[in-house]
């Protein structure tokens, strides 16, 4: 069974509508991320979430934002697409601290491919 | 539209050869590394990862080699099969403050598996 579970696999908006990308996990994980990928490029960190903490990365666009209402659940909102945000979101857990191995080998969803028309 | 990217760097390897994938990492600071696949359209996967105390550590057809003086990662898939095919990663995660950390990529590298 999927463990981090991104929906919808595939999205479609237009351009400046605000967008909303979900992710949920059944690991009871304390950290979940996002990323934005380009096609050919490496996945770029968006933010993450240390359980209630945001943080965020300092060449994030404003245009991008999360929500974290629950340890199962992880919003990310685009609230003005533009045709540079087409990629694909991928979204991440990990059971998070300084334990390793256990606690920082991150799972990936699926990905949701956004386009923008 | 999407702007354009540049393309990812291929590796061309022979069915049952040796493949040696390399990545430089940037922050002194990780302590933690991992190495990941990723076929097309799908997320990336998991492969084998090493803490920064260690200089090597060896999976089922795969070692990974750190070399933290130059900074540098790579990852060594024995007998390559057709099924290896897909863009590789480096991650590497910084500690942050508290229990906190961030996982970040490196550049990806294609592996190209000829029959």
């Known amino acids: 069974d999927a463990m981090v579970i991104q929906n919808p696999r595939y999205q479609v908006t237009q351009f400046g509508k605000p967008v909303t990308l979900s992710c949920s996990q059944t690991l009871n994980h304390n950290v979940m991320y996002w990323y934005q990928q380009k096609s050919s490029q490496a996945p770029k960190l968006l933010f993450h979430?240390?359980?209630?903490?945001?943080?965020n990365e300092a060449d994030t666009p404003d245009n991008f934002q999360s929500r974290r209402p629950n340890t199962s659940f992880c919003f990310l909102d685009i609230r003005s697409p533009g045709l540079g945000d087409a990629a694909m979101y991928l979204c991440a857990t990990s059971r998070g601290g300084s334990s390793y191995p256990l606690n920082t080998e991150a799972f990936f969803g699926q990905g949701t491919r956004l386009t923008v028309v | 539209g999407e702007s354009v990217g540049l393309h990812l760097p291929t590796l061309s390897v022979q069915e049952g050869d040796n493949s040696i994938i390399n990545c430089a990492y940037s922050?002194?600071?990780?302590?933690?590394f991992i190495w990941y696949k990723q076929e097309s359209g799908k997320g990336p996967q998991f492969i084998i990862d090493i803490r920064s105390n260690m200089d090597k550590r060896q999976g089922q057809r795969v070692t990974v080699l750190l070399n933290k003086t130059v900074k540098h990662l790579s990852l060594q898939i024995a007998a390559t099969q057709p099924g290896d095919s897909a863009v590789y990663f480096c991650?590497?995660?910084?500690?942050?403050?508290?229990?906190?950390?961030?996982?970040?990529f490196g550049k990806g590298i294609t592996l190209s598996v000829r029959p």
């Open positions: 922050n002194s600071a990780s302590d933690y």
């Open positions: 991650a590497e995660n910084v500690d942050l403050t508290g229990a906190n950390s961030k996982l970040t």
């Open positions: 979430y240390y359980d209630k903490d945001f943080n």
